[in-house]
């Protein structure tokens, strides 16, 4: 395996910690809107924009 691979799994274990362990409801104001929800759920989706945004840089 190469170190990328390993960084990226050690990377996606860390989340999925920090997402079990992470519960109840948060309210994020972005500029226009804010978000409520489950603190998961949003860690999730910025998560998820963040990895959308490395890949769309490289």
Do not use: H
Not at 21 to 32: C, E, K, T, Y
């Amino acid at each position: 395996m190469s170190k990328r691979v390993v960084w990226a799994l050690v990377l996606i274990v860390v989340l999925i910690l920090v997402l079990i362990f992470n519960q109840g409801s948060v309210s994020v104001n972005m500029l226009a809107f804010n978000i409520s929800g489950m603190k998961a759920l949003v860690f999730l989706a910025f998560t998820a924009w963040g990895v959308a945004i490395g890949l769309l840089i490289r």
